[in-house]
């Protein structure tokens, strides 16, 4: 597997280009999607380069993992969709209608969302 060093998001990470950061810990950063589809929608990535689920799961340590997952729910925190609910949704690959090949979840809620999984 080749991790992309030119994706979006690796060049968000080294600051050259610029993002609405909303929560960020030793080895995960969290921005708004530039392009939201609900009130709340969070992109959180871990910091090392990984380009999906699967590189991210058996490359991975056990502290950027856990920091990931930690992540995600610290930022539905501070959202404040911890008690209404919300999606953290990840998407892999072609079929997955994956766009940018660095792992990343989706923090999406702050409404009522569609039944899923979806299609
Ligand atoms: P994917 O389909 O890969 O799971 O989702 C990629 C997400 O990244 C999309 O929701 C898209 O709106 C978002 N995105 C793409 N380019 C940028 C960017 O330059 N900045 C931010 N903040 N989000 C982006």
């Not at 589809?37 to 910091?47: E, F, G, Q, S, Y």
């Not at 969709?81 to 079929?95: C, F, K, L, Q, S």
Request: charged share 25%.
């Amino acid at each position: 597997m080749s991790y992309d060093d030119d994706n979006i998001f690796a060049r968000i990470l080294r600051g050259e280009i610029p993002c609405d950061k909303v929560y960020e810990s030793d080895h995960a950063l969290a921005f708004r999607d530039i392009a939201p589809k609900a009130p709340t929608h969070v992109l959180v990535i871990p910091r090392g380069p990984y380009e999906n689920l699967h590189d991210f799961a058996e490359r991975g340590s056990d502290a950027e993992l856990a920091d990931w997952v930690r992540a995600m729910a610290a930022v539905a925190r501070a959202e404040g969709v911890t008690e209404d609910g919300y999606r953290a949704t990840v998407n892999n690959g072609r079929h997955g209608n994956q766009e940018v090949p660095h792992v990343h979840a989706h923090i999406v809620g702050g409404r009522q969302l569609g039944g899923a999984p979806r299609g």
